[in-house]
């Protein structure tokens, strides 16, 4: 053998090398630099080796921290919050720059991690900046108080709501007395109109004049409400109200067919073809149209985890997309002298493509729809170029579309939930243990078929567990059975109940359609049942009081990190889960809700049978008053009025209660009339109370030992949720601060 020559690397007098001369050159000892060896050289280490292994892995959790700027802002209250928020990310990048630039030692050993701390630092302050600029665009202050007023405006959208007895109108006008423009929706009473129905020319670009009642756009009733003055802000909208006396057409629409009116007529055509509710469940398929759609129907839908079928989004777009795609490949590829000469694959993206579109402009182009066909067509781009369609890029792509043109999306429950199922699709399907399951085998047909059944309900347990969270929190109810329900509900509507309605529209060109309308009723009815009899059932909703953001937070980044990840690193994502869960179990149900405008007031008890039951100080005919109180409450039960219960003392004015929480009792003194009370008199009755409630301003002579929720109070808190065992009172007022939809008062 030939002895390995010695190479010359320097002056070694101690015949050591590197090991054990510390004069050695640094090239010697360069692997290790990043073998620091205190416990932050080590951590940066692993992150550096994590990183790298990751590679394209890490590029879904741009559009991750991109929305945790978007929602950095929503939370944080105050400007020099947001100002501080993205002032720290740009520090923090600049920082990663100043302790690892590039070209030096530590290039290469820091190289990934670097890139990771500066790029996600700008994404999240691009996050902060992108929404703060949307909200200064788009928002619009709010009326400063109620009143009523003679409108006249041009005519931006009506929707049609015949299950509510109603028209909603949403016009531009100028304010009568300082010009300013502004945007309303009044709803119009279908009772205004005659015997000849709804007016000629009353559609978009019509100019109206109507007298109305306008109210600011309400901000939550109670912690953890739907903050619909918030919506009304991105929205545009100044005020919202109900219009009083006739409505004049001005100046009526011009005859020219929009994409609005073809939506009215395409709706109005479905439910002639097929009746009752099965027709307004077929008209939401075919236009997007839910105004007809009755409100048990709704209930049972919602209860039995079926209610995404009603909303155009994923499901719709991607069967409708997908049908045109198979169905152009397929003929095209009849015909050999252009199958031999054109990509047939992609021809059939381009037609699919059209398709989605179109549909997603004739269903009204909402931010569901627009966000699911942008999702389409990326895998329509997938397909056509030989890619995987099915990727976490694809959904990171899609997401960051969505969130740079309507980034307040991100609070929102529908895009949380489509995206949460989205990545919980595509985190089973490619898992390991899904591809072994579902991998070819010589078995008969029924096996094969059965082994997808079985998958798809697993698949539909997983979207049920990952929805969950999120639904409790926006909505405090979810139906428990929905995986069930939707095991027979999704394959009935996207290869049955859609496909036979694309059928019946386009045999109604000929005059043929009635076969196919009756097997769309038949379907749908179908549909109904299940939804009625799933809802139904026992213990078919769940209840939950409002959970905390940092529960909800725990839930996501778990979520994500099991999502997002490959490998058993991904199973880390658990223990926030398993935490957030315990949290979640500990919530405790509020013992007192009080409104904003301290007329509505829900008492937590318990019934002689022990049976949960919530006391209310009115007696309100709201649904959505009383729907408010009994989700945030975690009660069935329809509210008791307060009046009604034993142990209650009520006059005209006051009604008085004694609760007992913890290792006291709580004396409450509502107010529930304008009826005057001598001071005097009111002075010692707040006195021997401990929480007094008012919708009134309350004299400083009324001093309560713990409370005094009166006008003036709650004008800056907005509505409470408080807690008497542990003394603790959440108010709508916290995560407001200085947004432009927050009416509150400043102290």
């Known amino acids: 053998m030939r002895d390995v020559p010695i190479i010359p690397m320097g002056e070694d007098p101690g015949g050591d090398g590197a090991a054990g001369n510390p004069t050695s050159r640094p090239w010697q000892t360069g692997p290790r630099l990043s073998s620091t060896g205190s416990g932050a050289g080590r951590w940066f280490d692993g992150a550096e080796r994590f990183l790298a292994k990751a590679g394209f892995d890490r590029a879904p959790w741009l559009a991750v921290v991109f929305a945790g700027g978007i929602m950095t802002w929503f939370a944080l209250p105050q400007l020099w919050h947001w100002c501080a928020a993205m002032a720290s990310g740009v520090a923090l990048a600049i920082g990663a720059l100043a302790v690892w630039p590039p070209g030096s030692a530590a290039d290469e050993t820091r190289a990934s991690l670097r890139q990771a701390v500066v790029v996600c630092s700008l994404v999240f302050v691009l996050g902060i900046a992108v929404v703060w600029a949307r909200s200064e665009i788009v928002g619009a202050p709010p009326i400063e108080r109620p009143m009523v007023s003679l409108l006249q405006g041009h005519l931006l959208e009506r929707e049609d709501q015949p299950a509510e007895q109603r028209m909603r109108l949403t016009l531009a006008v100028r304010d009568a007395q300082s010009g300013v423009p502004r945007k309303v929706r009044i709803n119009v009473p279908l009772a205004a109109f005659d015997e000849a129905g709804v007016p000629h020319g009353l559609a978009e670009g019509a100019t109206v004049r109507l007298r109305a009642r306008l109210m600011p756009p309400a901000s939550p009733m109670l912690p953890g409400s739907y903050d619909f003055a918030r919506a009304a802000w991105f929205k545009g909208l100044s005020a919202t109200g109900t219009m009083v006396g006739p409505l004049e ?311 994500l990190w099991l999502a997002l990840w490959n490998g058993r690193v991904r199973l880390a994502g658990l223990i926030p889960v398993g935490i957030a869960s315990v949290m979640v179990t500990m919530t405790p149900i509020p013992d007192v809700l009080i409104a904003g405008d301290g007329r509505q007031v829900g008492i937590t008890g318990r019934a002689p049978d022990g049976a949960p039951r919530l006391l209310a100080l009115r007696d309100s005919r709201s649904r959505y008053t009383r729907d408010n109180l009994m989700e945030l409450a975690s009660v069935t039960a329809d509210p008791v009025p307060l009046d009604q219960w034993e142990g209650a003392r009520c006059s005209s004015a006051f009604c008085t209660l004694v609760i007992g929480r913890g290792e006291r009792d709580w004396v409450l003194l509502l107010g529930r009339g304008r009826d005057q009370v001598e001071e005097r008199a009111l002075a010692a009755a707040c006195a021997e109370a401990d929480i007094v409630v008012s919708e009134r301003f309350l004299p400083r002579s009324c001093r309560p030992r713990w409370l005094k929720a009166d006008r003036r109070f709650l004008s800056q808190s907005g509505g409470l949720a408080i807690v008497l065992e542990d003394e603790r009172i959440t108010s709508v007022g916290d995560t407001q601060g200085d947004h432009g939809w927050w009416r509150g008062v400043k102290e």
């Open 249 to 559: 057409v001005v100046k009526p629409a011009s005859d020219a067919d929009g994409l609005a009116r073809l939506q009215r007529t395409l709706a109005e055509h479905v439910r002639s073809q097929v009746a009752g509710s099965p027709g307004t469940i077929a008209a939401a398929f075919a236009s997007g149209d839910r105004g007809s759609i009755a409100e048990a129907d709704e209930v049972a839908m919602r209860d039995a985890g079926l209610t995404h079928l009603l909303s155009i989004s994923g499901l719709h777009v991607s069967a409708l997309i997908a049908a045109a795609y198979f169905v152009t490949l397929r003929l095209l590829a009849l015909w050999p002298g252009l199958a031999l000469r054109v990509r047939l694959p992609v021809v059939a993206a381009a037609v699919g493509a059209l398709a989605g579109v179109g549909y997603t402009l004739l269903t009204g182009a909402e931010v569901p729809t627009v966000r699911s066909c942008v999702a389409a067509l990326l895998v329509l781009g997938a397909l056509a170029l030989g890619r995987d369609p099915l990727s976490l890029r694809m959904v990171a792509v899609a997401a960051g579309f969505v969130l740079l043109l309507w980034p307040e999306s991100a609070i929102g429950p529908s895009f949380q939930m489509s995206f949460a199922a989205v990545l919980a699709i595509i985190a089973v399907s490619t898992s390991r243990p899904a591809r072994a399951f579902l991998a070819a085998r010589d078995e008969p047909w029924w096996a094969r078929a059965g082994r997808r059944v079985v998958m798809l309900f697993a698949t539909g347990v997983v979207i049920e567990i990952a929805l969950m969270p999120i639904v409790l929190f926006h909505f405090h109810r979810a139906g428990v059975y929905g995986a069930f329900a939707n095991v027979i509900a999704i394959p009935l509507v996207t290869f049955v109940s859609m496909p036979l309605i694309a059928l019946g529209l386009l045999l109604d060109l000929v005059g043929l359609g009635a076969p196919a309308w009756w097997l769309v009723e038949r379907s749908l009815t179908l549909l109904l049942g299940i939804a009625h009899f799933t809802a139904g059932q026992a213990g078919a909703v769940t209840l939950m009081p409002q959970i905390s953001w940092l529960a909800v937070g725990l839930f996501v980044a778990g979520g």
